[in-house]
């Protein structure tokens, strides 16, 4: 069930990222470089060969910062945008059924997480983004486990996936970030059929000597890939977003709003707000004068401004023209951030003062779509819903969300993504 709330989130977000300007750079590239047209890009109206449909999927369902977040202390991964366009191309090109397709897209996320896990909290403090580094282990065991390979193989393929894994934090709020996700879903697509081919790699990419967790992780644990496998599903534990922007600002953005309705606050009454938060808040969201949509979605003052201004934090609040804005500008600079490094990711205590001297105060324990608050069945489909209408039509998108609610019942894994290839 929890991997069928995946499904329909990643298809609503990657129908909604398929119209984003950077996409038309993808699809250019993908024109000029490649003429293949067996895979479908969702929501583009076309098709391209399985390589670049994985990337270009991968790419758009985590362009919105959207997608969803596995957000333990440990370490942070976005799990489906790199696994789902691995299972799904693969769905179009063999074809299988739904049931195939959720075991796979499990047998990817589980493999991920495990490496992220064990990677833990240096390689995310590092620098390396999680959800490109360890992302290249979830896409090449899903393809694995579609192409049905053999355990030697199985080990080939994520040789291949490990020593192409990378993703930088350096480049957040650009279109490098989203690229992660796509490039690990086209690597781990390659190194399935790579090792299929007989194509050959360590068997101990993880764990050995100079292999992934030794270079990019020193303080690393192993044994976290392994602890409760086969008992303990990571997949059970991930998380669904309700806004469009960095996971470490939805405590303070949901702070805010529910503040602002409680006290029913105009927000010209506002003369500061305070968020104490986690550290990683600081320095991962810390951009103080962002100057486009992407930059802001890793901009708490911005997240924290339109939060205050509008009472939400969607689609619209992270336009460049509302970034640009002179009033989200004016109540950017009037907020202000502390640090108390014992509160947990999905936590913060906010403040608004107000004008007339009052202090209005909320802790928020848990943010909105963690799996101590998860978003309900319902909400989810109502998000997909408001994502996927207007791309898809009314009608066409509650038949889809219908079919992923019960997918493993589709004799054909591959319908589900051509009935969202929308129009070019």
């Not at 620098?127 to 080939?156: C, I």
């Not at 059970?236 to 606050?265: A, M, N, W």
């Not at 109502?382 to 079919?403: M, N, Y």
């Amino acid at each position: 069930h929890q991997a069928r709330r995946c499904l329909i989130d990643w298809l609503g977000v990657t129908l909604a990222g398929s119209r984003h300007a950077s996409v038309v750079h993808l699809c250019a590239a993908a024109e000029e470089l490649d003429s293949g047209d067996e895979a479908t890009l969702i929501g583009r109206g076309r098709g391209a060969s399985l390589p670049w449909a994985a990337l270009i999927n991968g790419f758009m369902s985590h362009v919105l910062d959207y997608d969803d977040t596995f957000n333990p202390a440990r370490t942070t991964i976005h799990g489906s945008a790199p696994v789902w366009p691995v299972v799904l191309a693969l769905a179009e090109r063999l074809p299988f059924d739904g049931a195939r397709a959720l075991a796979a897209f499990i047998a990817g996320f589980e493999t991920e997480v495990r490496v992220a896990l064990a990677a833990g909290p240096a390689h995310y403090e590092a620098g390396w983004h999680v959800t490109g580094t360890a992302g290249h282990f979830g896409a090449a065991a899903a393809g694995a486990n579609v192409l049905r390979l053999p355990p030697l193989a199985v080990a080939n393929a994520l040789g291949v996936a490990g020593t192409q894994a990378a993703g930088l934090k350096g480049v957040y709020g650009s279109m490098g970030k989203a690229l992660h996700p796509g490039k690990a879903a086209m690597d781990g697509l390659l190194a399935a059929f790579l090792a299929r081919e007989g194509f050959t790699a360590t068997d101990s990419i993880i764990e050995g000597v100079r292999g992934f967790l030794q270079v990019l992780s020193p303080d690393s644990e192993p044994l976290w890939a392994t602890r409760g496998l086969g008992r303990e599903w990571m997949v059970c534990d991930d998380g669904f977003k309700p806004y469009p922007c960095g996971s470490l600002t939805h405590p303070t953005i949901e702070g805010v709003i529910d503040l602002r309705r409680q006290h029913e606050i105009d927000p010209a009454e506002i003369d500061y707000i305070e968020s104490t938060v986690n550290d990683y808040v600081s320095w991962v969201t810390g951009n103080r004068d962002p100057t486009t949509g992407l930059e802001a979605k890793f901009s708490i003052y911005h997240c924290a401004a339109v939060a205050a201004l509008d009472g939400r934090a969607g689609l619209t609040q992270f336009e460049s023209d509302r970034v640009l804005d002179p009033d989200v500008m004016g109540m950017r600079a009037r907020v202000r951030i502390d640090v108390d490094k014992s509160l947990p990711k999905d936590a913060a205590r906010v403040s608004l003062l107000l004008s007339d001297g009052r202090r209005l105060t909320m802790d928020v324990l848990h943010n909105k779509g963690t799996p101590a608050k998860p978003m309900s069945d319902a909400e989810l489909e109502e998000k997909f819903l408001e994502l996927a209408g207007p791309l898809l039509g009314s009608e066409t998108a509650k038949q889809v969300v219908r079919r992923c609610w019960r997918f493993e019942e589709v004799a054909d894994a591959g319908e589900i993504v051509r009935m969202c290839r929308g129009q070019q």
